[in-house]
């Protein structure tokens, strides 16, 4: 599977198989054509099969895919079948909502570190997890075996705490601050940019007459 070249947008395409294959499943249906897949997510149902297809044949003709299957096969080739631990910088509104959230997951990606700098936030608590303070990162994301972090610290400290994270050894980072962060290319880094996405769906609204 690694030998293969899958696109970044076949990838974040399998998450949303994932979440509509768990809800069909939470209704008790057992099967699924990549027709009626298409029809919910306004995908071409060609697309669906052909992005299956790229990690091995999952459904069979006539019948459709088997839904618990299909959620184990996914959920291992996004290797939510293990645990992987995640560590939150920055333990401000948003990070503290995104911890909040953290406790409603079922998954095995969690967070469990959080870290901040700041006095009055370190040693607090959100939901079971006490503020650490950065000095400690990477000793923590070794004892924890780390491999992602999510920064949401302000705009002027994000490089900062993203070479921190490449030097303890994480893996991957979203990043929720608003500055295009630099990191070497064995670190994968993906940017959640609340503005952009706005102004990108501004583009979208009638004009005013």
């Known amino acids: 599977m690694k030998a293969l070249h899958i696109s970044e947008a076949v990838v974040r395409r399998m998450p949303i198989y994932l979440r509509y294959l768990n809800e069909m499943k939470q209704a008790q249906i ?7 897949l298409g029809k919910r997510l306004n995908l071409n149902p060609a697309q669906i099969r ?9 459904g069979k003709k006539g019948i459709g895919y088997d839904i618990s299957y299909l959620i184990q096969k996914i959920r291992q080739i996004l290797k939510l079948d293990q645990i992987i631990h995640v560590a939150l910088i920055g333990a401000g509104n948003l990070g503290q909502a995104l ?10 990606m969690q967070i469990t570190a959080i870290f901040d700098n700041a006095p009055q936030k370190v040693n607090t608590k959100i939901h079971h ?3 650490e303070p950065l000095n400690v990162l990477k000793q923590r994301v070794k004892e924890l075996d780390i491999r992602v ?5 302000p705009q002027h400290e994000a490089q900062s705490v993203a070479d921190l994270l490449v030097e303890a050894g994480i893996e991957a980072i979203l990043n929720f601050a608003p500055a295009i962060i630099h990191v070497p290319d064995h670190v994968r880094i993906h ?8 102004y990108s769906l501004a583009y979208y609204l009638e004009d005013e007459e």
Request: hydrophobic share 40%.
């Open 149 to 153: 972090g999510i920064i949401t610290v």
């Open 50 to 58: 052909k992005d299956l297809a790229y990690f091995g044949e999952f």
């Open 129 to 131: 997890l006490s503020v």
């Open 30 to 36: 057992a099967t699924v054509s990549s027709q009626e």
């Open 99 to 108: 911890s909040n959230y953290n406790k409603y997951l079922k998954d095995n």
């Open 191 to 198: 940017h959640a940019d609340f503005t952009a996405e706005l």
